[in-house]
C-alpha cells in the first residue's frame, strides 16, 4: 500500500498516529514507528516536563535509527499562543533527534510554520474545515489532515463540523487544484483496514487514527476506561462542552470535546450553561470518579469509531491488522 505518506515518512502503512494530549506516550509513539506507522507524542497542552520525558521515551523505544526518523508530536495551537516552551525544546534537539513531523490542531498555525521550517520538520496542519486550509497552506503545511466530527476527543461542534465521508474527498479536490504537492490524511471514524481503504478511496493519502490507537496497551489512558471503550457501540459517544468544564479546560469556540456519553455526562448534556455558570459540585464528584477510577463519571476520549474496538492489544497488533484488511480491499 505505497502512498505518498508512506514515501515522504518511509512508512511501511499509511497511517500517522493521531497525537492525543496525555494520552499518546512515548511508549505508543515508539510503538507505532517500530511498526512503520508515524508515531506523533501527544504534547497537547504543551506542558514541558511531560514532553520532554515522553518525547525523549520515544526515541529510546523506537530503537533504531529508522524507526526513530518515524517520531514526531503534536501540539494544541491555542496552547502555544500562550507557552511555546514545548514547542521550542523539541525544535532544538540535535539533528538525529529532531521530531521528523511536527502536528498542529485548533488555532492559527501560521505564527510557527517558519520556525517549524527552520528545524528541518514536516509541518501537519490538522483542519476541520474548508475555510481553514488556506491559512494551514500559508503556514507552509506539508500535510493537511482533515478532521471529521466523528473523530474522539477535541473537535469542531455539531453546528460547524464536517462528516470525514464528504470532507475528504471536497478537500482533496481542492488542494489538487490549488496545492497538488500538498498530502491529505483522514481523520474521524477510521479504526480497520476498512476504514483505512475507504479513507484511501476518498482521495486521502492516508490516515490520522486516534480512537483504536488509544485502546491499546501501550496507550497512558486508564486501562478502567478502555475497558468502557471496548464494552461500548457507535452510540455511545456524545460531543458537548460539558467535560472540557468539568476538567477545567477553557477551549475556545467553536472546539468541543467528543467522549464516552456516562452518567455525569448524561446528567449535564442538556444543562451545559448551567454547569458553566455552576460547576462546583458537579467537579467534585468528577475529581472524585478520576480518583477512584470510576468512569460513570470520570470520561473515556474515543470517537464513533469505538463500535469498532472490541479489545485493547498492543499497537503493533492494531496496526498489522489494519494494513493486512485494508490491503487486501485495496487489491
Given at each position: ?55 525523549t521515551l520515544a526515541l529510546q523505544a523506537a530503537e533504531t535509527a ?107 479536490d481542492w488542494l489538487a487544484a490549488h496545492a497538488p504537492d500538498t ?130 492489544p498492543s499497537a503493533e497488533d492494531v496496526l498489522r491488522r489494519m ?9
Amino acid at each position: 500500500m505505497k502512498t505518498r505518506l508512506t514515501t515522504l515518512f518511509d512508512l511501511s502503512v499509511p497511517v500517522a498516529l493521531a497525537p492525543m494530549a496525555l494520552a499518546c506516550g512515548g511508549a505508543l509513539a515508539a510503538a507505532c514507528a517500530r511498526a512503520g506507522a508515524l508515531g506523533l507524542v501527544g504534547g497537547g497542552y504543551g506542558d514541558l516536563a511531560w514532553t520532554q520525558r515522553e518525547y525523549t521515551l520515544a526515541l529510546q523505544a523506537a530503537e533504531t535509527a529508522p524507526n526513530r526518523s518515524r517520531i514526531g508530536c503534536g501540539f494544541i495551537t491555542w496552547k502555544l499562543d500562550e507557552d511555546a516552551s514545548a514547542l521550542d525544546w523539541v525544535l532544538d534537539r540535535p539533528a538525529g533527534d529532531k521530531p521528523r513531523a511536527l502536528m498542529l490542531s485548533f488555532g492559527d498555525p501560521r505564527p510557527y510554520g517558519a520556525r517549524i521550517a527552520a528545524a528541518g520538520t514536516t509541518l501537519m496542519c490538522q483542519v476541520q474545515r474548508m475555510e481553514q486550509v488556506p491559512q494551514a497552506i500559508e503556514a507552509g503545511a506539508r500535510v493537511i489532515v482533515a478532521q471529521g466530527a466523528e473523530a474522539g476527543g477535541h473537535g469542531m461542534n455539531s453546528l460547524n463540523g464536517r462528516a470525514t465521508m464528504t470532507f475528504v474527498p471536497e478537500l482533496a479536490d481542492w488542494l489538487a487544484a490549488h496545492a497538488p504537492d500538498t498530502l491529505l490524511l483522514a481523520a474521524g471514524g477510521i479504526a480497520d483496514g476498512r476504514t483505512l481503504a475507504a479513507a484511501l478511496v476518498l482521495g486521502a493519502d492516508g490516515a490520522l487514527v486516534g480512537s483504536r490507537l488509544w485502546a491499546t496497551r501501550e496507550c497512558l489512558a486508564a486501562q478502567g476506561a478502555k475497558d468502557q471503550a471496548v464494552r461500548a457501540n457507535g452510540d455511545g459517544t456524545a460531543r458537548s462542552a460539558v467535560f472540557d468544564i468539568l476538567r477545567r479546560k477553557n477551549w475556545p469556540a467553536p472546539y468541543d470535546f467528543r467522549a464516552i456519553r456516562n452518567d455525569l455526562h448524561r446528567q449535564w448534556e442538556d444543562r451545559v450553561e448551567a454547569l458553566r455558570a455552576d460547576p462546583a459540585a458537579a467537579r467534585a464528584r468528577y475529581d472524585a470518579a478520576v480518583k477512584a477510577g470510576d468512569f460513570s463519571a470520570a470520561h473515556a476520549t474515543v470517537g464513533e469509531a469505538v463500535g469498532l474496538i472490541n479489545d485493547c492489544p498492543s499497537a503493533e497488533d492494531v496496526l498489522r491488522r489494519m494494513a493486512r484488511d485494508a490491503a487486501a480491499l485495496w487489491r
